[in-house]
């Protein structure tokens, strides 16, 4: 048997995670099998394992795809000698929004991550894994929380701490309750006044404590 080409060897790699995608979003991560993915792909079982160790290592690339690209934007965004710290965090939360919103793939792979990926033992890499991924972007909305202090775009008394987590929590939960009822509220229109909204309530007053988290 001839061997693939890198192309269609990229291709195979392709179409199995849009078929986890699909297999996932159906029957939720816990029930799904590598069977199934394999089957949507239009693959063999050891066509994926050629590409990935196991069903948590689909669904972490998977994942990747849509995440990582944001991920550079929070990175270089983060960078303590950029202008406009504020105005940088403001766009890239807009933009998550907004692409939420408007990016089939990445609606359907949030939709996966909030509604249909139930936390069993099985998954408990995956688990450690999304935890890792939340530090990290903790981390990147603490230095530019940081970063805006050092400007003086946000008072210097804010807890970047306590600023970060509550920010964190604030844009994923807009995203898993409007994934939930996409009909409750137009994400995309709505994304660029509720994220001034709360950096507008930074602004006016965010604690007393010493920021001191944005290394």
Request: one cysteine or more; glycine letters at 8%; aromatic letters at 6%.
């Amino acid at each position: 048997m001839a061997r693939k080409t890198p192309e269609e060897a990229r291709q195979t790699y392709d179409a199995i995670l849009d078929a986890a995608e699909a297999v996932f979003c159906e029957r939720g991560v816990s029930q799904a099998s590598l069977c199934d993915i394999a089957s949507a792909a239009g693959v063999t079982r050891g066509a994926i394992y050629g590409h990935f160790r196991n069903k948590v290592d689909v669904f972490s690339r998977m994942y990747e795809r849509v995440h990582l690209p944001i991920e550079r934007l929070a990175e270089a965004g983060a960078d303590s000698q950029a202008p406009d710290p504020l105005g940088r965090l403001r766009s890239l939360l807009i933009k998550v929004l907004q692409d939420t919103a408007a990016d089939p793939r990445q609606r359907r792979v949030l939709e996966i991550l909030y509604h249909k990926c139930e936390m069993t033992p099985e998954l408990g890499a995956l688990v450690e894994r999304q935890q890792a991924l939340r530090a990290r972007a903790l981390g990147h909305t603490r230095r530019f929380l940081g970063n805006a202090v050092a400007c003086g775009q946000l008072p210097a008394g804010l807890d970047c701490e306590r600023a970060a987590v509550g920010m964190h929590a604030y844009v994923t939960g807009l995203i898993a309750n409007w994934l939930f009822d996409p009909a409750s509220f137009d994400l995309g229109a709505e994304a660029e006044p509720l994220v001034g909204w709360y950096l507008a309530a930074l602004q006016e007053g965010g604690g007393s404590a010493p920021c001191s988290r944005h290394r």
